[in-house]
């Protein structure tokens, strides 16, 4: 027998006129984070106290989740204790919901219903196992016996539950089928129809029903048939508040919940980034950002993420992924030179289009969205010659003229190479200094008097000055219609002169509190080959002399390599 032979296959629900591939997801679903129950049972090294309050803090005061599965106070001290402080330290924003789970087991129950005394808005959650496979393996017992756990444990806490109502607590019930995904559907509904039952279930008291893919075991559509049967076949369908509490075993944990929503399901439970048992939860980051990008308010903020991860890194000492959907480090960076190109040009066309919608290649999200540093091009050996130029426009604002990419490129790319690590921005600056504005000779520019006249509407401009070359100094003086052009003139009898004056860009820029103004020119040499400058000066004028020298002693030293 083969290893895969071992393995029982999962069993479709047969459905028919299924409508849920036809919908679409239009509005956010009631989220309720199990980060300090489920999340938190997965550690390594469960959560303390402190950092437990921490990651509460985090989900309702700025991430703005209502309804937060605080632990299982019936099983461990910590959480008992957890439960207490929450409640009596007034940690619990009026508007958000406490909810705790506990085992289908009457001691258990008691000891829940003494952990929430005084708390405002509570979502008692309990659960028992219902799949075949749990029935025959740990339980031996069959559908009738589990639904007898199920229903005693719904008497006990109904009973249990009227004074505590009537003492003002807003308690509700939330009922757990444990391996719903295992369990025959036909089964789940009944078993689930008499919890309601018990729990006197109405449209005005609704129940939560939470159907987990305990351990997601088939494909996302084969999940959505099962719920849109479920929901079809459930008694008495407005009674209950459909939620899912999809695991990640097959790795399709959120298109198992988006699939989920499609198909009926109200409410999501889920933790931040994946964590949980095994494989994780589902990422409640990734739905709901998903449901952003497709222009549905998912009634979550994510847009301050870096310090989510701050957080959540401190809290459960596990690591966020490089590559995690809309939090990894990486998530917004191209190192491809034609994808960064094609950013590039989606930055360019929205803003010369004044464009209100994300037109960007390649980022499916605006990384300002969620609070990042704005860094969706780095520079690796991979990356082309827009992805320095995009680099030195958006971080330090020099807006080389496009002729100018494919040179700065060729530096930054043959350093890479150098190095065989990825560039940083600073270190990509370095090389434009070192390249353009630290150029000192061997020609020099000594001093010099610009004079620009207006005759008969035409300006005229005027050049002197006094160069240097290695230990020379010669005088020079030129006219031309423009600055620029007075000091081609100028120079044009030295031996600089060899090259040909192509194009020129200018454009302010301001180093603090300081505007100057930078000047690229590009130079044609006799054999054909184009050299840049750069020049900065508060004056502009300055700024193209300073960018012609620059190019000329560039290509001066060019010549000589
Ligand atoms: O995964 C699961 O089935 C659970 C239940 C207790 C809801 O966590
Ligand atoms: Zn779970």
């Known amino acids: 027998m ?56 985090m989900l309702v005061d700025e991430i703005g989740v209502k ?67 749990q029935r025959e393996v740990v339980f031996h017992t069959d559908v009738e016996g589990v639904k007898k756990i199920a229903t005693d444990a719904a008497d006990l806490i109904y009973e249990m539950a009227q004074p505590v109502i009537a003492s003002g607590m807003d308690l509700r019930y939330e009922y ?13 509904v009944d078993i689930c129809a008499a919890v309601l039952d018990h729990l006197h279930a109405d449209a005005d008291h609704k129940v939560i029903l939470n159907l987990p893919t305990t351990v997601e075991n088939c494909m996302p559509n084969q999940f959505a048939d099962e719920m849109e049967y479920f929901i079809r076949k459930l008694p008495g369908r407005e ?15 959120v298109a198992t919940t988006e699939a989920g929503l499609l198909a009926g399901a109200e409410r999501v439970e889920a933790c931040l980034f994946g964590n949980g048992e095994r494989t994780g939860n589902v990422d409640m980051i990734t739905v709901a950002m998903n449901m952003y990008v497709q222009g549905v308010d998912p009634e979550l903020d994510f847009s ?42 989606g930055f360019n066309y929205m803003a010369e289009h004044h464009s209100e919608k994300w037109m960007v290649p390649y980022l499916p999200i605006d990384p300002t969205d969620l609070g990042r540093a704005y860094e969706p091009v780095r520079i690796n050996s991979q990356s082309g010659k827009g992805g320095a130029a995009f680099i030195m426009n958006h971080k330090f604002g020099f807006d080389m003229p ?27 600056f370095q090389l434009f200094k070192q390249e353009y504005l630290e150029v000192d000779g061997p020609y020099r520019l000594i001093s010099n008097k610009l004079r ?32 620029i052009d007075a000091f081609f003139n100028a120079i044009a009898n030295e031996r600089m002169s060899r090259y040909q004056f192509i194009d020129y860009k200018e454009h302010a820029i301001s180093q603090g509190s ?47 390599k």
Not at 329 to 340: E, M, P, R
Not at 462 to 477: A, P, R
């Open 304 to 345: 301050h993420m870096d310090r989510i991860i701050s957080m959540y890194e401190r809290c459960t000492k596990m690591k966020v992924p490089e590559r995690q959907p809309y939090g990894g480090d990486l998530v917004f960076t191209a190192f491809s030179g034609s994808h960064q190109d094609a950013i590039n040009k």
């Open 514 to 560: 300081d505007s100057q103004a930078v000047a690229y020119i590009q130079l044609r040499t006799l054999d054909g080959q184009d050299v840049f400058g750069v020049g900065i000066d508060h004056n502009i004028s300055m700024a193209s002399i300073k960018g012609i020298l620059c190019a000329v002693n560039r290509a001066w030293a060019a010549e000589r």
């Open 452 to 483: 620009a006249n207006v005759e008969n509407g035409v300006a005229h401009s005027f050049f002197y000055g006094k160069l240097q070359h290695k230990d020379t100094v010669f005088e020079v003086q030129g006219e031309g219609n423009g600055p």
């Open 239 to 253: 009674r209950a508040i459909i939620s899912l509490h999809p695991h990640n075993d097959r790795g399709c944990g």
């Open 2 to 57: 083969h290893g895969y032979e071992k393995y029982i296959p999962f069993k479709p629900q047969p459905i028919e006129n299924r409508t849920w591939p036809d919908k679409v997801i239009t509005k956010a679903p009631i989220w309720c984070s199990v980060d300090l129950r489920d999340g938190n049972q997965a550690l390594i090294d469960p959560m303390n106290m402190e950092e437990k309050l921490e990651m509460f803090h």
């Open 402 to 428: 496009k002729a100018m990419h494919a040179e700065f490129g060729a530096i930054v790319q043959a350093e890479s190479d150098r190095q065989g690590v990825e560039l940083k921005p600073d270190v990509i």
């Open 67 to 133: 309804e937060v599965e605080i632990g299982f106070p019936s099983a461990s001290d910590t959480d008992y204790s957890i439960c207490r402080e929450l409640i009596e330290g007034g940690h619990i924003p009026d508007d958000v919901t406490i909810q705790v789970l506990v085992q289908a087991r009457e001691h258990l129950i008691k000891k829940t219903f003494e952990a929430i005394q005084g708390a405002k808005h509570v979502i008692f959650h309990f659960y028992n196992s219902t799949s075949t496979l």
């Open 176 to 188: 757990s089928p444990e391996s719903f995904m295992g369990t025959e559907m036909d089964a789940a």
